[in-house]
């Protein structure tokens, strides 16, 4: 495997496409932390607004790890698109083909890029743990580790997106319509996470029964889910309406939908017509 990566760094570490996405997450990390830091400031300034959100600050580092992943989130589309580009371009440009015809087998092709898929998550959780702990020693807070666990949560929606982009890659092979299906799938989920999210909040106020936020259920919204801003008493006041967060149910899901996209991804490439 480890020979198998060196060969697709030969084709990564010149590629204009790879680098230039991966420099927009890098500057998209501390430029959209800074606006809710910059947000942040200004509700804080204004007269009154101390009795709402008390001495709340989303980069103490009681926050800081919760806060740069949840606003870090977002952006994890653009190492998605550098997976879709890099799969579907062994397609365009028959390299794929070709390593099959050198001796790789279809199995060890589709297990590389899934690796360097989850490759990719972990390097772009680490800028967001670089971030979350310098902004975090800015605010002049006592380090602490709580809700650290929000920066696994991050690293699970990372590789749940990047895997996600192998399967479509995998599926429809050309780039263009790749990154068409998965803006359309992205937008289109969203769109019935907000739906089945209202419909189980009214099912919650008449019938008393809690299914949770049923919006979360869905395959790229569990690991959406997980991440969500600290709380804070503004989120506290909103929190008493809406379904409760099964954290456990969800994160289980994540995790289910991730082995699926993978084994589904595996199973497409070792049957279709390279």
């Not at 589309?77 to 580009?85: C, E, K, T, V």
């Not at 982009?165 to 907000?194: D, H, M, P, R, W």
Request: hydrophobic letters at 50%.
């Amino acid at each position: 495997m480890i020979q198998l990566l060196k060969i697709e760094w030969l084709k990564l570490k010149n590629y204009t496409a790879f680098k230039v996405l991966l420099l927009f997450f890098t500057l998209g990390i501390f430029i959209s932390n800074y606006v809710v830091y910059l947000v942040q400031k200004n509700i804080t300034a204004e007269p009154g607004a101390e009795m709402l959100v008390g001495s709340f600050n989303p980069y103490s580092f009681t926050s800081t790890w919760q806060t740069t992943s949840y606003a870090t989130g977002c952006l994890l589309i653009l190492p998605a698109m550098i997976m879709l580009i890099i799969v579907t371009n062994e397609y365009t440009f028959k390299t794929n083909r070709q390593n099959i015809i050198d001796g790789w087998s279809r199995k060890e092709f589709i297990s590389v890029k899934l690796v360097l898929a989850i490759l990719i998550a972990l390097f772009t959780t680490l800028l967001v743990l670089i971030t979350a702990y310098s902004f975090g020693l800015a605010s002049g807070t006592p380090f602490s580790s709580n809700s650290f666990s929000h920066v696994g949560y991050f690293l699970l929606k990372a590789i749940t997106y990047n895997i996600f982009a192998v399967l479509i890659a995998v599926l429809v092979k050309k780039t263009g319509f790749a990154i068409g299906l998965f803006f359309i799938y992205l937008t289109a989920e969203n769109f019935l996470s907000q739906f089945l999210d209202i419909a189980s909040n009214k099912f919650k106020a008449s019938s008393g029964h809690d299914l949770g936020s049923v919006g979360d259920y869905l395959p790229l919204n569990a690991a959406d889910g997980l991440l969500t801003f600290p709380d804070n008493p503004l989120k506290s006041i909103a929190a008493n309406t809406l379904p409760t967060n099964y954290t456990w149910l969800v994160l289980g899901l994540a995790v289910g939908y991730v082995i699926l996209f993978m084994l589904w991804s595996r199973y497409k490439y070792s049957k279709a017509d390279l």
